[in-house]
């Protein structure tokens, strides 16, 4: 074989090489963009589905708080029923009672310790304490209902993004 030969060879070999280099970064690059749009496609459904949970929570939400706060409005609106003028009259709410019951709403220490005062009438009817406790636990309730509903957004949520990343393994 003379020199022309094998300058022929390595030639052909060098295209045969550059041929396939081509190819092969072309076939990984068609590949990547495949996985990139299996991946996008995947995080739009995820979004997709986060959001209907997310909508589906708040739905729930709304209906119950609505229903918490009909119930502690039904509520206030009978108490001149239960708390009549006649017991307004007979039950003398202390200064003291009121002291105690303003500081654990604010969940801050009676403020100025005990009083001589803590025994005088503070002239607050007792029908106004049972509505200010009915609008309390009105509160209480709806916070109770926030607080399931985001725990329910929570795990309704990481079902989502479990169930996408089991199926992105599974691809």
Known sequence: MNLRSWLAIAVAAGLLYALGYVSGASTERIKNQGLDETRLRQSFEQGQALGTVKEKVVVEYVDRIVKVYQAGATLTKEVPIYVSKTADDACVVPDGFVRVHDAGAANLPVAGGPSVADGTASGLALSTVAASVVDNYSECHANAE???????WVRESQAVR????????QH
């Open 162 to 169: 479990q169930g996408t990343a089991a199926a992105q393994r």
């Open 146 to 152: 926030q607080l399931k509903a985001l725990q329910q």
